[in-house]
């Protein structure tokens, strides 16, 4: 039997022949719908490196010919043609920067995600510990209004947490991005499942060395809680730095405070033809960020993105 | 036994908070959905049941209801059958399995905004990969699908703006970035179903790999599937960026892609007709709240019987 184990799950041996033909057909319907999903992907690369008329015409491969062109902003600015001649894959993503200030909503895209996931986990992290670990009067019911919150979808209440901001004036500031995120209820209820599993004799022991609850948090059950805290993590930002919905509700008009889709929105909304190239070179550099750390950390990511999955 | 009063501390602000964004919102969306409140005006007025009373009977709403439950009516089966087809495919072979995990989870890292903003522009009538692409294939053996020779003879589809086709080419756009997280979820149900079930199944006669899934499979993989239905009816309810990138106004052609998110934020923050947005915010947590008791109701079900 032990020698069974490690077998897939679906040997057949019916030879090495017929075998190979089954696994081909599999990897040609895997293949196909690999290049479906990765139409958009080759899209958004491809063309953030090509000149307007190369898009215009569909020409130029992957990298477009990478010839110069004029760049007619330019030569309206008053300059002479010869010095407004660009590379297209310079000129696109230069232009992403110098449009918009794309570093600035980079930069709120950091602040927001970073904040919400630190505020989330000192709002967590006690609530979880004193829920798993600690027992008080009342603790059922304080566990029973979290299994009912994790009913409820933030973007479904958007209307009424933007009607409550706007009357205590915070729209149109990083407040309005971070308060409704704040608490995650299902954080909670993670970090409690991964304290449970935490043995008492640890808290018991450290209790006894004379630690404060406080610091029974942050110096014991924080350490042992790094992967759910990691996975969680991962999960939290790329929610955020992907959000688009509730930026687009609370920030209406002071472009200081865009994120990356709002920036790249806001992009879309005035491109003519000739910005076809650096609206997808904006694209590209929202999206790169997640993508590469998500290459470099798969195993990672894919837990964290599917954490609730595993309620 | 007596302790600290620790633990006040430490649940205080989670409830502070849970109650102040997560329940005060609700209520103030449930009374403001009886009233005809507008963000500026002093005062507004009690309606009573007329906001309902709108949604239920006016076209505007029932094309709301239309394109949502289409939308979640076509995603939902496609991104479950997709995302456990890939697993099962990815799951039996013997190499490369992960490139394609990889490949298919893509899409759901990528920001959705940024993807449709690609996807619309993938899908230009004139300048879109999709359709020259569609056109090279004019002439050659395609053409026997009448569809095909049509779209020869004149031109493709206007994926995004013909109403046959919007409601249709969006909701693909979220299985194309949907059925990825099925499949991850799917592959870790797989990998916990304990081999020697499937010698029993074939000892008890399961020969095929049909049998096998039918006897061993299916059954085993029961919880994930229960979960990954209601986790992606929760999300394709929530549709948004999508339709926000495409039809900044007004819902689609002939608002056929008039989803229920894009009504409360055109209603209530483009129109400032909070009331009637309360009225669809309320009808929405109806539904999704209830997806989710469903769900819970399914899970603990079949731990009894366990």
């Known amino acids: 039997m032990t020698a069974m184990t490690h077998v897939r799950p679906l040997p057949r041996m019916e030879g090495t022949f017929r075998f190979s033909t089954t696994e081909t057909i599999k990897h040609a319907v895997l293949i196909l719908g690999a290049v479906i999903v990765l139409i958009p992907f080759y899209v958004m690369v491809s063309y953030s490196m090509k000149s307007p008329s190369e898009i215009m015409t569909n020409t130029g491969g992957l990298f477009g010919a990478q010839e110069l062109f004029r760049d007619d902003f330019c030569v309206k600015l008053g300059n002479a043609a010869e010095d407004c001649m660009v590379r297209p894959l310079i000129y696109n993503y230069t232009t992403a920067f110098e449009k918009a200030p794309l570093l600035l909503y980079l930069l709120n895209g950091v602040i927001v995600t970073l904040s919400i996931f630190a505020i989330q986990i000192v709002v967590a992290l006690p609530c979880a510990y004193a829920l798993a670990k600690l027992r008080w009067w009342g603790r059922e019911a304080v566990f029973a209004l979290v299994l009912f919150c994790l009913l409820i979808p933030v973007h479904a209440i958007a209307l009424p947490l933007y009607i409550m901001l706007s009357k205590v004036g915070l729209t149109n500031t990083y407040a309005a991005l971070i308060i409704p995120w704040t608490i995650s209820v299902f954080g909670i209820f993670l970090m409690r499942q991964f304290f449970m599993t935490v043995p008492d004799d640890l808290i018991d022991a450290a209790r006894m060395d004379g630690m404060s609850e406080y610091s029974i948090i942050w110096n014991v059950m924080l350490p042992t809680a790094i992967p759910a805290l990691l996975a969680f993590g991962i999960f939290s930002v790329v929610a955020h730095w992907n959000d688009y919905f509730w930026p687009r509700i609370v920030i209406t008009g002071n472009r200081d405070l865009f994120t990356p889709p709002l920036g790249l929105r806001e992009f879309k909304g005035d491109a003519d033809g000739d910005n076809f190239g650096p609206m997808m070179a904006t694209a590209t550099i929202i999206v790169t960020p997640l993508i590469v750390a998500f290459l470099l950390a798969q195993r990672r990511f894919i837990e964290g993105i599917t954490l609730t999955g595993m309620k | ?306």
């Not at chain 2, 949604?55 to 939308?71: D, N, Q, V, W």
């Not at chain 2, 059925?179 to 916990?192: E, H, I, K, R």
């Not at chain 2, 009504?263 to 999704?288: H, S």
């Open chain 2, 1 to 306: 036994m007596v302790r600290s009063h620790a633990h006040i501390w430490f649940v205080a602000p989670a409830i502070f908070l849970m109650i102040v964004i997560l329940l005060v919102p609700i209520g103030i969306a449930a009374v403001l959905s009886f009233t005809d409140y507008s963000l500026g005006n002093p005062g507004a007025e009690w309606v009573g049941l007329q906001n309902y009373e709108r949604i239920f009977t006016r076209s505007t709403y029932e094309k709301m209801f239309i394109a949502t439950f289409t939308y979640v009516g076509v995603v939902v089966p496609l991104t479950v059958g997709l995302g456990l087809g890939a697993a099962l495919l990815i799951h039996s072979l013997n190499r490369f399995s992960d490139i394609y995990k990889t490949i298919y989870f893509l899409p759901v890292m990528a920001a959705l905004l940024a993807m449709a903003i690609v996807w619309e522009f993938a899908l230009h009538p004139t300048i879109g990969i999709v359709n020259s692409t569609l056109a090279q294939g004019c002439g050659t053996f395609l053409e026997n699908w009448n569809w095909y020779a049509r779209s020869c003879e004149r031109t493709f589809p206007l994926w995004l703006t013909d109403k046959d086709y919007a409601i249709w080419t969006v909701a693909f756009i979220g299985v194309w970035q949907g059925f990825g997280f099925n499949m991850v979820l799917y592959l870790a149900g797989l990998t916990s179903i304990p081999r020697e079930l499937y010698h029993a199944a074939e000892m008890d006669g399961a020969r095929s790999a049909w049998d096998r899934f039918k006897l061993v499979t299916w059954p085993m993989l029961g919880p994930t599937t229960v979960f990954v239905v209601t986790i992606s009816c929760i999300r394709s309810f929530q549709v948004f960026d999508t339709v926000e990138a495409f039809y900044p106004q007004g819902g689609g052609p002939s608002k056929s892609v008039y989803v229920m998110m894009f009504a409360i934020y055109e209603k209530a923050i483009q129109q400032n007709l909070m009331g009637i947005g309360a009225a669809i915010t309320i009808i929405f947590l109806g539904f999704v709240m209830m997806l989710t008791l469903l769900q819970r109701w399914l899970v603990e079900r079949r731990v009894h019987y366990a």
